[in-house]
């Protein structure tokens, strides 16, 4: 075996420092003393030993121990969204259609403003009350001459909601398919329309449960050109906390 220590093979990962250096160090001299036998390999030389003066350090620096620093994971709060509880929208239910000439049916368009009428006064007069504190301006003009006074009057308590204050959250509200009931003129228009619906409402309050169940029957006739309620029938029965159940009636027309 050749003495030479360029032949000589040192690991350098278990090589310590101070071993690595004499390695290093014989290497150089028998570089120094070759290139001094062939001067023309001085520049290829140079750029051997640049070379591997860099591998050594990054093998030096390869096995040295590292600290390997972990990140604990944060743990991140999601706030839980409170339920949203959807508005009440009324929809057609059965259509019966009663007429003394030929055969005939609610248009899609008087089905379309009769049941916005009857929505805006669910909106109006029995949710905007509980929600709101008040009846919503113009809530009257949905009844003709001839009922209008009792609806803002004497009945106003029932028909609407005006009177069980203000519940300042918004209220949980179903109501049942709407039911119409025409009566067709010779001419085949609807003479008399009647739209009838339950409707249920519910709330936490801070006296106890609110719940509401009513029964509604409101006829419409063309006066005007426009759609007006010429008769109601209306019950209502009302329950808050263990205060028990309190039931009013109101007609007109």
């Not at 009857?118 to 009846?135: F, M, N, S, T």
């Not at 709407?178 to 228009?189: F, L, N, Q, W």
Request: glycine content about 8%.
């Amino acid at each position: 075996m050749s003495d030479d220590p360029v032949g000589q093979h040192v690991s350098p990962g278990n090589a310590c420092p101070a071993e690595t250096d004499r390695v290093l160090s014989q290497f150089f001299a028998s570089l120094r003393a070759r290139l001094q036998q062939h001067p023309r390999w001085t520049r290829v030389a140079g750029v051997f030993v640049l070379v591997a003066v860099v591998v050594a350090v990054i093998v030096i620096l390869s096995d040295s121990p590292k600290t390997k620093h972990t990140t604990a994971p944060t743990a991140t709060t999601v706030p839980r969204r409170a339920p949203v509880i959807p508005r009440v929208k009324l929809r057609i239910g059965r259509v019966f259609v009663q007429n003394v000439g030929p055969r005939a049916h609610v248009r899609r368009p008087v089905r379309h403003d009769l049941l916005a009428a009857a929505q805006r006064y669910v909106d109006d007069a029995i949710i905007a009350p509980l929600e709101k504190g008040h009846l919503i301006a113009g809530y009257g003009k949905m009844y003709d001459p001839g009922v209008r006074g009792g609806a803002l009057g004497r009945n106003l308590a029932v028909l609407t909601e005006v009177k069980m204050g203000f519940r300042r959250d918004r209220v949980s509200a179903t109501a049942s398919p709407v039911r119409v009931y025409a009566i067709v003129g010779p001419d085949g228009r609807p003479a008399l329309v009647a739209l009838t619906f339950a409707l249920n409402i519910d709330a936490q309050t801070s006296k106890g449960h609110l719940a509401i169940r009513r029964r509604t029957e409101l006829t419409f006739a063309p006066e005007f050109g426009r759609w007006l309620v010429t008769s109601y029938r209306v019950s209502v029965q009302r329950s808050l906390g263990r205060g028990g159940k309190k039931k009013a009636h109101a007609r007109a027309g």
